[in-house]
């Protein structure tokens, strides 16, 4: 994907998807929400980012490692629909590895209490898996 994209990252998770959009032309990134996936129609809450941010190319967060476990997996089942749903954006795998960790750190560090930090925690590990993908 190119600088000038408007990409959508999403921090998957079986609970929680937090999504971060980098706005143009590519250079910072903004954490938006934290989506419950037992009570939102997810793929249909992403058509609705993607229209509403203008996203031209999607990022999916996987955690980069040598053996592959159940939420491997279920990043690929994911993968594959979001495919499905959105033929025309282009979509990779990025790391993502301990950015939730560091979402944690940062909470901490501001003082943000402890149930506005459940709801926006994958949002800002989304937010700083696009930053590093950003900057390289």
Same mark, same amino acid.
């Given at each position: 994907m190119n600088n000038n994209a408007r990409i959508l990252c999403i921090d998957f998770g079986l609970k929680?998807? /937090?999504?971060?959009?980098?706005?143009?032309?590519?250079?910072?990134?903004r954490a938006l929400e934290t989506l419950r996936t037992d009570k939102t129609d997810v793929l249909a809450a992403i058509e609705q980012i993607i229209a509403r941010e203008n996203v031209t190319g999607l990022?999916?967060?996987?955690?980069?490692?040598?053996?592959?476990?159940?939420i491997h997996r279920?990043?690929?089942?994911?993968?594959?629909?979001?495919?499905?749903?959105f033929p025309g954006?282009?979509?990779?795998y990025v790391d993502e590895s301990y950015s939730?960790?560091?979402?944690?750190?940062?909470a901490a560090e501001t003082g943000i /209490?402890?149930?506005?930090?459940?709801?926006?925690?994958?949002?800002?590990?989304?937010?700083?898996?696009?930053?590093?993908?950003?900057?390289?």
């Open positions: 929680f998807i /937090g999504f971060a959009v980098a706005d143009y032309p590519g250079i910072t990134a990022l999916l967060g996987f955690p980069y490692s040598d053996t592959e476990g159940d279920n990043i690929h089942a994911f993968r594959e629909k979001l495919a499905a749903r954006l282009p979509l990779e939730s960790a560091e979402a944690d750190e940062l /209490g402890k149930n506005r930090k459940k709801r926006s925690q994958d949002s800002h590990a989304a937010k700083i898996v696009l930053l590093r993908y950003l900057s390289r």
